[in-house]
């Protein structure tokens, strides 16, 4: 959840590793989990990132995902926004991988156990503890959300994620209460029939007109679904 990620955040200066250089390891897990989170790459590809893959076009930046850190081999070339840039750049030294770890690739679970130490630092209750992957999935739904209630928003978390079939953006990776949010903005669009004609004398309402934003909102505030997006400031 939101809250569980901004926890996270605010636990990372209790990390004692990795220690590299002047680098605090807290800062180290921080730009981790905002790249994760900003890109949805799999921890795999995050730890093979270098920062000799990192070019300016125009006034967009990307960095080219190795093939030999993807899932099927596969390279592709991932755009960084500015948070994600400025998450890179805070870490930046003369280090050839962004992400350089003792432990890795080595053992690559240690990571997993440390991820679930910073939770427990930072009071996320066992049965709630995740693994990078959830970075995957919150990465998908805030996708789906910011793109609006036309349904593009899944193929566009599909194309980020490379994902062959929307399905399974959809179904495996989207937060069940992004789903929800998104059919209730849609639903919210649908045309009135047949409406009556006011009483005479009784005070006339207009329907209820709400943005994305105020649905997403009163979703979580109702409780009646899990909220899973995360507020992150671009």
Known sequence: SAAEITALLGAVGSMPSPRLDDLPPGEWWRSLIEVA??????????????????????????????AGVSKGRRGKVQFLSPPALAAVERIRSARPLIFAHPSWPRNP???????????SCAGVPAARRFGFHAFRRTHATLLALSCGADGRGWETAQASLGHASL????????????????????????????????????????????????????????????????????
């Open 167 to 234: 399905s399974t953006t959809r179904d495996y990776y989207g937060a069940q209460s992004a789903q929800d949010t998104l059919l209730a903005a849609a639903l919210c669009r649908l045309p009135a029939f047949g409406a009556a004609s006011p009483v005479a004398g009784s005070p006339t309402t207009e329907p209820a007109q709400y943005s994305l934003a105020q649905l997403k909102d009163m979703l979580s505030a109702s409780g009646t679904v899990e909220s899973y997006t995360l507020a992150l400031k671009a």
């Open 109 to 119: 679970r240690y990571l997993q156990v440390c991820l679930k130490r910073l939770a």
């Open 37 to 66: 989170v900003y890109t949805g790459l799999r921890i795999s590809q995050l730890m093979g990132l270098r920062y000799e893959d990192v070019w300016q076009d125009g006034d967009r930046t990307w960095i080219a995902v190795r």
